[in-house]
């Protein structure tokens, strides 16, 4: 039954996605008028609209009742699903967002006393408000340089040696991003060494995958090769950043270390009473490999995006572009310029780094109003 929905979805998503976009387009800019349109599509890619196909499944399950708590058709056929794309019988739960994810997986992985090793531009050192701490009952976050916002094993090794034994919080987790926040993608050697490296000193390692798929997709790969097959044990599977509203998946690899994780997501109020809701947009992205397809679209826009502003413009990114997000190095009056013309996005390392993300969503008519725009606001400037 979703096969065949999946199958019909498929058909005329590319068109609903398009019309999406322009009714948006169309709608905000019947208020152009008055002051510059808003322009989002590159601020975040949690600024896109839900994708057609998880829209649909939505409606679909919103077409009926059924048990709550996950005891549901959907919430099965998602883990059935997730369980064949990784080609392992694997432990999935759903909770709402990204941080919850990151937090109880982490918590999950240790004890109060123990401490994560992460890149120092992780999400979970810097946009989870201390959640993995707080979860977890005080678990420290290891901070770590690198370059391209990748995990430097030489620079891990330096800080574990600066640990003082018992007066320091004993490493016990490894923490890496796919895609990082970089917008670069950890290739399957490099995660198999960090993976020998982690098994040689007894620590786990965690993916926080909310691009998860932007990273299968650059690298064309079987799911499986970058993570349980690579050592990762536990991953946070992103489904808002690729065409979701809501709702992460935490996987863990190992059977035994997802041990009572249902109790720590009801305590910290992560159990879904109407989890079909959650379960069934995955559905929507997991069928016909449409969060594949959306990534590969997201990939290609940010690749397009970095070709046209290097091209057109000059303008080389900071960090290669691997995923779906690009960075530059802008002077703050062309930001301010552009921020003028209705442009949303924000500056992600100090002094002058920007990010422009890219999503499903995003056409090649935005990639070409934001270089027109790039180009008009260079032109004014002294
Ligand atoms: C790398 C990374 N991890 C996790 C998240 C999830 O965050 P949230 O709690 O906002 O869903 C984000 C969102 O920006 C992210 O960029």
Same mark, same amino acid.
């Given at each position: 039954m979703l096969g065949i929905i999946g199958q019909a979805i498929f058909c005329t998503a590319s068109r609903q996605r398009d019309r999406v976009c322009s009714a948006a387009r169309s709608r905000v800019g019947k208020l152009a008028m008055a002051r510059p349109m808003d322009r989002?599509?590159? =601020?975040?890619?949690?600024?896109?609209?839900?994708?057609p196909e998880s829209w649909a499944a939505l409606a679909e399950a919103n077409a009926e009742g059924a048990a709550s708590y996950g005891d549901d058709k959907w919430t099965r056929r998602v883990s059935e699903r997730v369980r064949e794309i990784f080609e392992t019988d694997c432990e999935v739960f759903f909770v709402f967002n990204g941080t919850a994810a990151n937090s109880l997986a982490l918590a999950q992985l240790c004890r109060s006393f123990h401490s994560v090793i992460c890149h120092e531009h992780s999400h979970i050192e810097t946009? =989870?408000?201390?959640a993995p701490e707080f979860f977890s009952g005080g678990s420290k976050l290891l901070p770590i340089p690198g370059a391209n916002g990748k995990l430097d094993l030489a620079q891990v090794e330096a800080a574990i040696l600066r640990q003082r034994g018992v007066h320091s919080p004993k490493p016990r987790v490894i923490s890496i991003t796919q895609s990082t926040e970089l917008g670069t993608v950890y290739r399957g050697e490099e995660i198999e060494r960090i993976a020998e490296f982690a098994r040689q000193r007894s620590l786990f390692l965690h993916m926080d995958g909310a691009r998860f798929a932007n990273a299968v997709a650059a690298l064309d790969c079987a799911p499986k090769a970058i993570t349980w097959k690579a050592g990762v044990e536990s991953l946070c599977f992103g489904g808002t950043k690729n065409g979701t509203a809501a709702g992460e998946l935490v996987v863990f690899f190992k059977k035994e270390l997802a041990r009572e994780f249902d109790y720590r997501a009801k305590q910290a109020g992560q159990l879904a009473s109407k989890m079909r809701f959650l379960a069934a947009p995955w559905a929507g992205l997991l069928n016909n490999n449409v969060w594949l397809e959306n990534a590969r679209r997201a990939n290609e826009r940010a690749k397009m995006l970095a070709e046209k502003l290097t091209s057109a413009l000059g303008m080389k990114p900071a960090f290669p572009c691997e995923a779906s997000a690009v960075f530059l190095r802008m002077p703050e009056q062309l930001v301010a310029q552009l921020h003028g013309r209705g442009w949303h996005f924000y500056k992600f390392i100090e002094p002058d780094i920007y990010r422009l993300m890219c999503s499903w969503s995003v056409t090649e008519e935005d990639i070409d109003d934001f270089i027109k725009d790039v180009k008009s606001s260079a032109g004014t400037l002294s």
């Open positions: 989002y599509e590159f =601020e975040s890619d949690n600024t896109a609209a839900i994708c946009d =989870e408000c201390g």
